[in-house]
C-alpha cells in the first residue's frame, strides 16, 4: 500500500507561482513512474506532467515550459513547480503512483492517487 499526501495548493494571481509536495508513505515511489493530474468543475481529470523511474519526464502542451515536475528520493516526495500561472490552470491537482516505471499520460495507469489539492489562480 502507498499513501500519498498532496500540499502546498491556494490562491494565487495569474503569472504566480506554486510549488506542490506530494509525499509518499508505505512504499518508496522513486523506482515508480509518478504523476500529477488535475481536474476542473465540469471537466474530465486531465494529464499535466509525470516523471519515470530515469528521471525522464513528460508535460501535458498546455504546461510546457511552465510546469517542472521533480522527485527527492531522500524524502520520498515528488513535487510540482508552477510558474506563469494561468486562470485556466485552476484546478484540484492530484498525485498518482503509476502500475509502471514509466511516465505515462493514462489515468487507469495509476494505482495509488492522493486526495488532491485545490489551486485557485485569479485574473
Known amino acids: 500500500q502507498v499513501q500519498l499526501v498532496e500540499s502546498g495548493g491556494g490562491l494565487v494571481q495569474a503569472g504566480g507561482s506554486l510549488r506542490l509536495s506530494c509525499a509518499a508513505s508505505?512504499?518508496?515511489?522513486?523506482?515508480?513512474?509518478m504523476g500529477w493530474f488535475r481536474q476542473a468543475p465540469g471537466k474530465e481529470r486531465e494529464f499535466v506532467a509525470a516523471l519515470d523511474w530515469s528521471e525522464i519526464t513528460r508535460y501535458a502542451d498546455s504546461v510546457k515550459g511552465r510546469f517542472t515536475i521533480s522527485r527527492d528520493n531522500a524524502k520520498n516526495t515528488v513535487y510540482l513547480q508552477m510558474n506563469s500561472l494561468k486562470p485556466e490552470d485552476t484546478a484540484v491537482y492530484y498525485c498518482a503512483k503509476s502500475r509502471v516505471p514509466r511516465a505515462t499520460v493514462v489515468p487507469r495507469d495509476y494505482d495509488y492517487w492522493g486526495q488532491g489539492t485545490q489551486v485557485t489562480v485569479s485574473s
Open positions: 508505505g512504499r518508496t515511489v522513486s523506482t515508480s513512474g
